[in-house]
Each structure stands twice: as structure tokens, then as C-alpha cells.
């Protein structure tokens, strides 16, 4: 048995990916671009073993057995490392070996995070490694499996250029700015409660496509600047104006998901409330010094610098009370220091009232990181000797 077991981080889109032009090859109808996470906080791993004794394609899912075959997404992407294998004449094993893949999130997959771009990335990454191709096609190849995968194979800030050519091979991810360019830049993912059942991201951008009227506008006219603007004020590190176009894409973005027929309403009352709440948190500072950004469901991803998080995570603790909020598993990853924060009235110029209890499941810190990872640590497989699920 041959084996290999890799880590792929979350990306987090400024600029939305929201409509396909083609749905087979995953075409999408503008560019987006994202900031990718750290894996130390968040990120999938995957373990791909190859035997000339396992008799069928099988797959675990966070423990759990998922029909192989069934998958056309899957089968596309491995597919396409099995032809690059035969391409570069890779001799690491024969291809008609079968594989056992076992994948797993250090995150809860049910909390709606963007856990199909880290789980995809892994997947290809993992499935390069093992069958030893060159890395140079990896991103349109993640791209099949889902689109926002083709942006975690990189670290750091990301374009994925949507591309003009009927065979995507000008829609590719490019890294526009590495994970250490802006050291200070964080996020706090708030988690919020939720148990709505949602339209995938999949059958929401195809609706929207069908439907929106406003969806053309935003591709033709409004991607295409803001895409420009936000790389520019990222090379200056402007937070100012990366808050202000990530605040306004994402605004965008659900706009047309309400211009879709029929709506489709990802966000809840209570990120409404957060939307709120940031707003009225920058107004009180005189600047941009927070953005909120919005998936295809109620979470809310906040930018912000260092030095800010403190402050603002002190105030979200009065405006939206939780009775975890003195637990250590409440707000997870990079540790805060509570003791260095401004005086609430310079923080917010309103009368802090509750908006309720409780809607808040937990809260994550974290900031950029790098692309994929090999991990060499034998003890880090997540399969056994022979192969099986450990
Ligand atoms: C709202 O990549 O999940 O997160 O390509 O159909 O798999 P498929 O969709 P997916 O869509 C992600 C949409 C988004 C915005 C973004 O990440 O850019």
C-alpha cells in the first residue's frame, strides 16, 4: 500500500463567485477573489491510499461511508490527476489500482462553512501527491469539484480569473498577494444559530442565473472594477477601502439572491443584526475598521486588523450575550487579550442593548495562511495498515 495525507485551507471570498456560465466544467460568469485561512485553525485532511489488493473505489466522509461512483464531481476530479498521471508517465504505482480516501474537517462541517473549497482542494492536492504529478494544473482542477476550490490551492489573497475560453483553461486561481504581505489582517468567523434548511450553493447561483436580471449588471460591470479596486487597496494595504468593497460585494451578492424567482434569503435576523452592529461600530470610530462579509448562509466572516479585535469583540459580547462567552471553547483559535480595550463609549455611540441571547454558537479567530500542506508524520494518516478508516 502506498499513502499520502495533506491539509487544505478554507477560503473566505471578498468578491463573491455567485453563477456558472458553464455547469459541466465549472465556468463561473465573473472572477472572485478571496483571502485563504489559516490551517491552524481551520482546514480539511485527507488521507488517499493506493493497493494493488483493494477491490473497488471506497471513501469516508468524517468517519462515515459515502458512495464513490455516485459522485460525478469526485470522479471528474480524479479523473483528470489519473490522465495527468498518464501524461507525465508517473510510474509510482500502476493506475488501475483502486483508492481508499478518507477525508475529515478540524471544523463542524454542519455549521455551513466553506467546507466543500477545503474538502475539494485536499482532495486534489492529496491525489497529486500520491500519484506524483507536477502541482502547475491543480487549481482548474479543483475547480470541478467545486468552484471556490480552485482558491484554496493557494495562500494568501487569491484570484480565480473567470476566464473567456469555451474550455476553461483560462479559468484558473493566481495568488495576488502572499499570506505574510498584510501580517496584521484577521478574522472572526461568528457562527451563528441556524437550523433553516438552505439551497445549496450549487442550485442557488444556477436560479440565480436563470432569473436575476440584476446578476448581468454585477457580472458585466460591477465584478470587473471591484476586482481591480480591491487588489489595489490590498497591495496598500488600504483597510478602508477592502473593507468598504468586501461590505458592499457581499450586500451585492445577496441582493441578487433576492432578485432570484423565488428568493432565496441566506441571511437571518441575526445577521441582519450583526450588519447592523458593524455599521454603527465604524460610524462611532470615524472609519472603516470592521467588514463584514456573508456565504450562502447566516455566518458572518469579519475583517479586521489586530489591534482591533479586542475592542470589538468585548462589544459583540454585551450587544449579542452569550452564556458560553466565559468559556474557553467559545471563541476558538488565535488567543485575545480582553484587558486592552477602549472604553465602550468610543467604541459605540448608540445605548448597548441586547439583541438577544444566545445567537451566537461560537466565534473563530484566525488570519491568512498558506496553501496546501504534505504531512510526513506517518501518525498523522487517517488510515490503518491495511488501508481502513483508523
Ligand atoms: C457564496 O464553490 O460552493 O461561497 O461551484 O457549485 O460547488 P459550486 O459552488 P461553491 O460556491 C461558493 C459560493 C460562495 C461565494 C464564494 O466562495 O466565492
Redesign the pocket.
Known amino acids: 500500500m502506498i499513502s499520502e495525507t495533506c491539509i487544505a485551507p478554507v ?3 471578498v ?4 453563477g ?1 456560465r458553464d455547469e459541466e466544467l ?1 465556468l463561473p460568469i465573473n472572477s ?1 477573489l ?1 483571502m485563504t485561512l489559516s490551517t491552524d485553525q481551520m482546514c480539511a485532511k485527507t488521507t488517499a491510499a493506493a493497493s494493488a489488493t483493494f477491490k473497488e473505489n471506497r471513501m469516508w466522509l468524517n468517519g462515515e461511508e459515502v458512495p464513490f461512483e455516485g459522485n460525478p ?1 469526485m470522479q471528474k476530479c480524479l479523473d483528470a490527476l489519473k490522465r495527468l498521471a498518464e501524461a507525465e508517465k508517473s510510474k509510482r504505482f500502476p493506475l488501475e489500482w483502486k483508492l481508499h480516501i478518507c477525508s475529515e474537517n478540524n471544523f463542524p462541517t454542519a455549521a455551513g462553512l ?1 467546507s ?2 477545503a474538502g475539494y482542494a485536499c482532495l486534489v492536492y492529496t491525489l497529486a501527491n500520491l500519484y506524483g504529478v507536477e502541482k502547475s494544473e491543480l487549481s482548474s482542477i479543483a475547480r470541478q ?5 480552485c ?1 484554496s490551492i493557494y495562500g494568501g489573497f487569491v484570484e480565480w480569473v473567470a476566464g473567456i475560453k469555451n474550455d476553461g483553461s483560462d479559468s484558473i486561481a493566481i495568488q495576488v498577494q502572499p499570506a505574510l504581505h498584510w501580517p496584521e489582517m484577521r478574522v472572526l468567523i461568528l457562527v451563528v444559530n441556524d437550523s433553516r434548511k438552505k439551497t ?3 442550485n442557488g ?1 444556477l436560479n440565480s442565473v436563470n432569473t436575476s436580471d440584476l446578476i448581468k449588471h454585477r457580472a458585466n460591470v460591477c465584478v470587473p472594477q471591484r476586482i481591480l479596486q480591491i487588489k489595489e487597496a490590498i497591495a496598500r494595504k488600504d483597510f478602508k477601502t477592502f473593507g468598504e468593497i468586501t461590505m458592499r460585494d457581499s450586500n451585492q ?1 445577496h441582493a441578487i439572491c433576492l432578485d432570484t424567482y423565488p428568493p432565496c434569503a441566506y441571511m437571518n435576523d441575526t445577521s441582519h443584526a450583526i450588519v447592523n452592529f458593524i455599521h454603527q461600530y465604524n460610524e462611532t470610530r470615524g472609519d472603516v475598521k470592521v467588514a463584514y462579509t456573508f ?2 448562509g447566516p455566518n458572518a466572516c469579519l475583517y479586521l486588523l489586530e489591534e482591533e479585535v479586542a475592542n470589538v469583540l468585548s462589544l459583540l459580547n454585551k450587544v449579542f450575550p452569550n452564556d458560553n462567552s466565559e468559556n474557553s471553547e467559545y471563541v476558538k483559535g488565535i488567543p485575545i487579550d480582553l484587558q486592552k480595550v477602549r472604553p465602550a463609549s468610543e467604541l459605540y455611540n448608540q445605548e448597548i442593548v441586547p439583541v438577544g441571547n444566545n445567537l451566537l454558537k461560537y466565534i473563530i479567530h484566525t488570519k491568512a495562511g498558506e496553501g496546501p500542506q504534505k504531512l510526513l508524520d506517518p501518525e498523522d494518516s487517517l488510515v490503518d495498515d491495511a488501508g481502513m478508516p483508523k
Open positions: 477560503n473566505i471570498a468578491i463573491k463567485y455567485w456558472k465549472i472572485s478571496s464531481r466553506a466543500s473549497a469539484g467545486s468552484g471556490s476550490a482558491r445549496s450553493s450549487t447561483m451578492f456565504d450562502a
